[in-house]
């Protein structure tokens, strides 16, 4: 089993800046890939973005290319998304996701998720 733990969300202004953190423990080892996904409400879950633990590839949804920054440091298993520039359509609650493959967009493809963490921001 992999446990997934989300921080660092909350309310922030349009055009201001939050870093996700995923702590991941438990059997990390037989994992590939980390994503983050997000859900408003109303709406189906959606992929943001994603890294393998070697870091050597990371993918965006186009919605949010060139604000968001996915990052891992390995030693602490921890995934990072730093959010830049962020608008009131980015209000959602933010998932951690674990796949045990190479993994893309979609939910189906994750195997494991943390709880969630809100992010809220006003206009």
């Known amino acids: 089993q992999v446990q997934l733990v989300e921080s660092g969300g909350g309310l922030v202004q349009a055009g201001g800046s939050l870093r996700l953190s995923c702590a991941a423990s438990?059997?990390?080892?037989?994992?590939?890939?980390m994503g983050w996904f997000r859900q408003a409400p109303g709406k189906e879950r959606e992929f943001v973005a994603s890294?393998?633990?070697?870091?050597?590839?990371?993918s965006y949804a186009d919605s949010v290319k060139g604000r968001f920054t996915i990052s891992m440091d390995n030693a602490k298993k921890t995934v990072y998304l730093q959010m830049n520039s962020l608008n009131p359509e980015d209000t959602s609650v933010y998932y951690c996701a674990a796949s045990l493959y190479v993994a893309g967009q979609r939910v189906d493809e994750y195997h494991y998720w943390g709880q969630g963490t809100q992010v809220t921001v006003s206009s």
């Open positions: 438990g059997r990390t080892f037989s994992t590939n890939t």
């Open positions: 890294i393998w633990w070697s870091g050597s590839s990371t």
